[in-house]
């Protein structure tokens, strides 16, 4: 699998156990605030076989972003209303609820290791230029 092209902007990488994978985050507010976290160490669950989601230690301000009900495949999104990075590494053609999404990144290339990292799992997020710890 593999995901839609990413926007221009930030570079991150995620380490699911020994799996790297690249992505860019959005340049837009909520991409540049989700930045500042980094590096952040997550505790993520996977119960509908769609995306990775857990929830961020601190609130991203959505008061000016654009939400969206139709997270895509290798979307990183963050739902507003209750404080949740998702990862998508499948569409299975749902939508979410009121207030929706917001898109703050694509993953660049392969979705496999996101898919395959398991049900509860531990993802390691950090800015592409920075060590990791």
Known sequence: MSSPAAPAGQRIEMRFGDEVVPATLAETAAGREFAAQL??????????????SGRLPAPIDSTVATTSPDPAAGGIYYAPDNQILAIFHDDLGQTVPAPGLIHLGAVDGDLAPVAAAGNRVRVRIDLADSPST
């Open 39 to 52: 590096p952040l160490t997550l505790e993520v669950r996977d119960p509908m076989g769609q995306a990775k």
